[in-house]
């Protein structure tokens, strides 16, 4: 028996899912930051990863992670709006508020800020071309969708 085409198609962005954030962690971690939680749930909404950026005294940092297999429905800094960008937000806040994840992990007194790491996991062109590509951009500021 074999999968159907809409268990298929969610299986495999799932797994996309997974590796693109596992490519972004590593990412992080090569640079010095640290991974504190990964999927956390917090309420509705879910956060990719939470970090501390190296520093003194460092920023916690939710990361919003995107992938895409191409570019053929745009890039993954295209699929996130100001309303997935607000609902971050409002679960950052909630961590601050609680100062520790939903399974009782007390967060470090930091500075915050809410970023998105862009995976392109096989880009035909430039740099990145043939491998994954990831471009991270930082201090996302939530909007208002028209």
Do not use: C, N
Not at 28 to 41: A, F, M, P, Q
Not at 101 to 118: C, E
Request: charged share 30%; aromatic share 2%; proline share 8%.
């Amino acid at each position: 028996m074999s999968e159907s085409g809409d268990a298929a198609l969610a299986r495999r962005r799932r797994l996309r899912g997974e590796r693109g954030e596992a490519l972004a962690a590593a990412h992080l971690v090569e640079r010095g930051w640290r991974i504190v939680g990964r999927r956390v749930r917090v309420g509705r909404d879910e956060i990719d990863l939470l970090a501390v950026e190296p520093g003194t005294p460092g920023t916690l940092v939710v990361v919003e992670v995107r992938t895409r297999a191409t570019g053929r429905f745009g890039t993954p800094e295209e699929s996130v709006d100001g309303r997935k960008v607000g609902r971050l937000y409002r679960a950052a806040a909630a961590l601050r508020a609680a100062r520790a994840l939903p399974d009782g992990t007390p967060l470090p007194a930091l500075p915050w800020r809410v970023d998105l790491l862009a995976v392109d996991d096989a880009p035909a062109i430039g740099p990145g071309a043939g491998g994954p590509s990831i471009r991270h951009l930082r201090a996302l500021e939530p909007r208002q969708e028209r």
